[in-house]
């Protein structure tokens, strides 16, 4: 079913009795082409762009839960392309050129709004590092707006420009950045993925990978065995345990990362608004509610929910920018699992299993990455080439040293992200 | 979290600072161990969901380093020990 205007307001007049389910429900054949193990954003968008750009269809996406019940339904929605590395720069800035067609493309709605995204600096070195950093996403061709003071106040005059530890000297403007509406993302993948016909199983949870003379055969699951030429491996915090079903040992910590959202409330916050120092990010859903986050707990989790020091860093950090938001009423907070990689980086690569792809690593930031995830694991799935956008995504680079994307600046090393 | 300090007690995990599997204890010998053995030391882990030997340091203590033992999936800390005992266990001089 295409979805427009026209339908909304046809179905309005004829009792909403047109509208059926976005994808179906299929059980499982016993061999496919390829299988997508994971039906998140990253999963869900491989399927997709194996179906649309290299007409590869008979594709399972296995989930073990249900769909888009992961990161993707669980993350601060921020869409942005303000990476500093060559290796990020590219992808990034593709991802976002993904997310500007993404609605067209889909025919779906997943809200994608470029209000532009302000990230603050609060002395002269940190000015420089925006300097260059903006140098480089206009170099990539994204754009990039310095601001002063004066300039941030106004666009938020809202903020507490004379906070003692934090004066804030400017911002970095990135006016195509932005949020979307996580679970659209999803389900329009989904939906997508469906109309081209494949099929999307869910509650089947892989158990394990079959390998004959290093080859990829297929997949056991909690739904039987299913043969497939090809698989890849696309389970964000699970990557560790999925990957050891094929031998593999990968360079990632699952982590705990805890956001946050109040009660609706009237409009004020127009932009996404990062205060790097406090360790803070906030933007305004479209329902109202203020989405906020902060850093990792800083241990391995798989709890999927954090800790309370982290909540009171995150509320403090909060108030020292905005004093405004103190009296808005915290509605829920969540966690995801968040797969650490050394040096900050993902990966997109083949495995030493001939037919088996991995793609993980996304640390905090793998919402933004959704549609280009898709787009270049997809053609490494089916083209056996990395996409130009995604050549530095090796699993290997922390072996042969070429390559690190440390774009924090800190060092590859596992507790330092 | 409250992990139980040998000698301090229960204290904050707030005050601590995670570093990582225990497995780091195990440094592979600088002299003899290969490029191969030392990647997999300082990038490649377990990450199990579950129980996990990790190490912590009592930054905002008595600056010791332990062996806590705690389930990745509930947050339950099973158990503290002090690193060196660990390591002299495994051998180490120190």
């Known amino acids: ?417 | 979290m409250l992990i139980p300090h040998p000698i301090l007690g229960p204290r904050d995990a707030q005050e601590f600072v995670y570093l990582g599997d225990a497995a780091l204890i195990d440094r592979p010998d600088g002299m003899t161990a290969g490029v191969e053995e030392f990647h997999d030391y300082l990038y490649q882990r377990d990450n199990p969901a579950g129980v996990h030997r990790e190490l912590w340091y009592h930054e905002q203590g008595d600056r010791s380093w332990l062996v806590v033992t705690r389930d990745t999936v509930t947050h339950e800390i099973l158990g503290a020990e002090l690193a060196r005992d660990v390591a002299r266990a495994r051998g180490r001089s120190k």
Not at chain 1, 257 to 265: I, M, N, P, R, Y
């Open chain 1, 1 to 417: 079913m295409q979805y427009s205007g026209l339908r909304v307001i046809w179905e309005g007049l004829t009792g909403q009795k047109g509208w059926g389910p976005m994808w179906r429900d299929p059980a499982p054949k016993t061999t496919y082409d390829m299988v997508i193990i994971g039906g998140g954003g990253h999963g869900l968008s491989t399927a997709y762009y194996l179906a649309r750009e290299h007409g590869i269809t008979n594709i399972a996406v296995l989930e073990k839960g249900y769909l888009g019940g992961g990161n993707i339904g669980r993350n601060t929605t921020i869409v942005r392309a303000n990476y500093f590395l060559p290796g990020n720069s590219e992808f990034y800035s593709h991802s976002l050129k993904l997310w500007e067609g993404l609605e067209q493309d889909l025919n779906y709605n997943v809200m994608h709004s470029q209000r532009g995204l302000i990230n603050l600096f609060h002395s002269d070195g940190q000015r420089d590092a925006f300097v260059r950093r903006g140098n480089a996403m206009i170099n990539q061709g994204d754009d990039a707006i310095l601001l002063d003071r004066e300039g941030v106040r106004r666009y938020l005059p809202y903020l507490d420009f004379d906070n003692t530890r934090f004066p804030i000297y400017g911002g970095l403007y990135h006016p195509r950045g932005g949020t979307a509406r996580h679970d659209a993302v999803a389900w329009g993948y989904a939906r997508g993925a469906d109309q081209r016909g494949v099929d999307l199983i869910q509650n089947c949870e892989v158990t394990g990978i079959d390998i004959e003379n290093g080859r990829v055969t297929g997949v056991q699951t909690t739904r039987g065995a299913i043969r497939a030429k090809k698989v890849g491996i696309v389970v964000a915090g699970r990557s560790s345990q999925v990957a050891a079903m094929a031998g593999m040992r990968l360079p990632i910590e699952s982590h705990v990362l805890q956001a946050f959202v109040t009660e609706g409330l009237k409009p004020v916050i127009d932009h996404v608004v990062s205060f790097g120092m406090g360790h803070f990010y906030i933007s305004q859903s479209d329902k109202g509610g203020l989405v906020f986050g902060g850093d990792l707990d800083f241990y391995a989790s798989y709890a999927a929910r954090g800790n309370l020091p982290m909540v009171e860093h995150v509320m403090e950090a909060g108030m020292a920018l905005m004093p405004m938001i103190g009296k808005a009423k915290v509605l829920r907070s969540w966690g995801g699992i968040m797969d650490m990689s050394p040096d900050g980086s993902p990966m997109i690569d083949r495995t030493h299993v001939e037919g088996l792809y991995l793609n993980c690593g996304w640390n905090y930031g793998g919402f933004k990455a959704v549609p280009a995830s898709g787009h270049c694991f997809a053609h490494l799935m089916a083209t056996d080439r990395p996409h130009e956008a995604a050549t530095g995504f090796r699993l290997d680079r922390f072996a042969t040293g070429r390559g690190l994307m440390d774009e924090e600046g800190t060092g590859a090393q596992h507790n330092l992200h």
